[in-house]
């Protein structure tokens, strides 16, 4: 069965910092990975996802992931925080294969910007 | 294009009561989910159709919620009867086939307090 986890449930950076949301995933094949982004009272906005090919992605607002296959990872970087960008943060992975392919979410990363 | 629809964004009942939730899909897409958010977690599947048909129910509690997509279009979740643990966000998305390398769109959910 397939995971994902976010090992930092809150994180707070300032203004203009750059900043990091780790994501581990545990699937049995080539994952399809996306991180999306919650603001407080919105659905799910999707950042960016991972298909293949180019190991680094780019998504809207800024932001880029890199799939690091022998990590089992896939971390979202932005270089400069903007205060817009305080939301929480989730990290999914979808099944490639199977009648049911579904999407699996982490417990989300929440991001604080202070001014 | 329009998004996702959900109605009632909002909605207090006493335990053992029943609610009722309905989304509309984005046109033209033919796999429906309904997740379920709890405070501090990440979305989980609950229910995911094909059309009219469901795919994967494995995560729905059977003995209190049920889920329709009549006409393959619209979908109606409900609960009866309520418990204090169904307190979430009910969030519908949809995507033009079954996920996996398909994006979900999400509605901006259905919050449920259970008293």
Request: a positive charge.
């Given at each position: 069965?397939?995971?994902?986890?976010?090992?930092?449930?809150?994180i707070t950076v300032s203004e203009g910092a750059s900043l990091e949301?780790?994501?581990?995933?545990?699937?049995?094949?080539t994952p399809y990975l996306f991180w999306y982004v919650q603001s407080p009272g919105q659905g799910l906005q999707l950042l960016l996802k991972y298909f293949s090919g180019d190991t680094l992605v780019q998504g809207i607002k800024g932001f880029?992931?890199?799939?690091?296959?022998?990590?089992?990872?896939?971390?979202?970087?932005?270089?400069?925080?903007?205060?817009s960008d305080a939301a929480e943060y989730f990290c999914a992975v979808g099944s490639s294969s199977g009648s049911a392919r579904?999407?699996?979410?982490?417990?989300?990363?929440?991001?604080?910007?202070?001014? | 294009e329009a998004g996702v629809a959900?109605?009632?964004?909002?909605?207090i009942i006493e335990k053992r009561q029943s609610v009722a939730f309905w989304c509309n899909p984005i046109s033209g897409h033919a796999t429906l989910y309904w997740y379920q958010q709890i405070l501090g977690q990440g979305p989980k599947l609950l229910i995911q159709f094909q059309?009219?048909?469901?795919?994967d129910d494995s995560q729905l509690p059977k003995d209190r919620f049920s889920a329709e997509r009549l006409k393959g279009v619209d979908s109606t979740l409900k609960i009866q009867p309520a418990?204090?643990?169904?307190?979430?966000v009910?969030?519908?998305?949809?995507?033009?086939?079954?996920?996996?390398?398909?994006?979900?769109?999400f509605g901006a959910g259905s919050r449920l307090t259970v008293l």
């Open positions: 069965a397939q995971s994902v986890t976010q090992p930092d449930i809150h949301l780790r994501c581990n995933y545990s699937y049995g094949a880029e992931a890199e799939f690091k296959r022998s990590q089992s990872s896939f971390n979202l970087r932005k270089p400069s925080v903007h205060w579904q999407l699996t979410f982490g417990s989300g990363t929440q991001l604080t910007v202070l001014p | 959900q109605s009632p964004r909002y909605k059309n009219n048909g469901v795919v418990k204090l643990e169904d307190s979430a009910y969030l519908c998305a949809s995507s033009l086939a079954p996920s996996g390398a398909n994006v979900l769109t």
